[in-house]
């Protein structure tokens, strides 16, 4: 068998062909360099997290105000980032280290509504922006609500 003909006359190659182009156009990686990268630098943005927080605290901020102040501001350099297209740059080298952190999230929205500002703020902006942020939103309230009735049934308080 030579390839599968489509109804458009393309014609693809056979599997074992493709698989060999595939495996020839396949960047190779070393595992433990790349899970190196992405330790030290999910790392370096929870440590600057955490300064952040300390910082705030020093500043007379409450353990909770400082900690959702912590999260706005690298929600906020996270999507700035995005923006300025860094974030990116980033998270090539940072790998799943970038993606873990809240600043994670806040760059898969952000990058969303970058995409796809050429279509307007109203039609592209704003309906493109809920793309990762809706299904991330409706699990997430969906699970603490299951969570929460799986610990009143357990008894507590």
Known sequence: MNGIIHSQGAKEPPREVYSE???????????????????VIGGGICLFGEFLRRMLLARGL?????????????????????GLGLYEKLAKHGGAGTLVPITGFANAVASAAVESKTEGFILGVGTK????????????????????????????K
């Open 62 to 82: 409450e353990q909770d105000a400082a900690g959702t102040w912590v999260s706005v501001i690298l929600v906020f350099l996270s999507a700035m980032l995005t």
């Open 21 to 39: 182009m595939v495996a020839r156009a396949s960047r190779k990686t070393a595992a433990a360099g790349t899970c190196i990268k992405a330790f």
């Open 129 to 156: 922006i809920f793309t990762i942020a809706g299904p991330v939103i409706l699990y997430g309230t969906a699970a603490s609500a299951v969570y929460g009735l799986i610990y009143l049934l357990a008894g507590g």
